[in-house]
């Protein structure tokens, strides 16, 4: 198949996916999702990666899409001495970086759909571990997010040396997601049913 037209094709599965991902996400009753949540965030702690940072990147759930919601993890990290920051988008750039927030539920949504740290909060220059959200998401490590690409260019700033870490309800694990020009594949991947190491063969 010509190239361009193959990633064209992969491009349009992903949108198809990521259509039927969050549908089907949506449909989970919100007291499902927080008892799934729980179990990830169980699993994330117990995580030695987890276990051993100083410097954890989390993300707010953005609670009418049925997100993981890590909000539990926080305490618990913050509790044994690790500084934790939240993802933010820059307005002119449009670059997402990451900054250390000493209140989450101080962070305000600031015109893309989730919450944010105030833009005078410390930016993160290096991480140990990153927790990304997933829509789907492979044993490859390869995902499925919004399309907007935030992640994907933002990674390879701070991994390696960073652990990245991909959760998603165990649902939302799927065979192989349509790799493209982009990608950046995640090295764990973290589900309220296990845990994967990812294998990028």
């Known amino acids: 198949m010509d190239p361009d037209a193959e990633a064209a094709l992969r491009h349009r599965a992903k949108a198809e996916l990521r259509k039927r991902a969050r549908a ?3 449909s989970i009753p919100r007291d499902a999702i927080l008892e799934r949540s729980r179990r990830i965030q169980r699993a994330l702690a117990e995580l030695p990666a987890v276990a051993a940072a100083r410097r954890v990147a989390l993300f707010y759930p953005i609670e009418d899409r049925n997100e993981v919601d890590l909000r539990g993890l926080d305490p618990l990290l ?6 934790v920051a939240y993802p933010a988008i820059d307005p002119e750039s449009r670059l997402m970086t990451f900054r250390f927030v000493d209140d989450p539920e101080a962070m305000e949504e600031r ?6 740290p105030d833009p005078a909060d410390e930016e993160a220059a290096a991480l ?10 492979d044993p490859r490590g390869h995902r499925i997010g919004y399309g907007a690409g935030y992640y994907d260019s933002t990674l ?4 390696p040396p960073a652990e990245t870490v991909g959760v998603a309800f165990d649902f939302q694990l799927i065979s192989e997601v349509p ?6 594949p995640l090295g764990t991947i973290v589900t309220d049913a296990r845990v994967l190491a990812a294998d990028p063969a």
């Open 24 to 26: 089907l996400r949506s």
């Open 128 to 137: 140990d571990v990153i927790v990304v959200p997933a829509l789907q998401i």
């Open 78 to 83: 913050r509790g044994r001495g690790v500084r």
């Open 179 to 184: 790799a493209t020009v982009g990608d950046v």
């Open 111 to 116: 015109g893309l759909g989730f919450r944010e």
């Open 156 to 159: 390879p700033r701070f991994s």
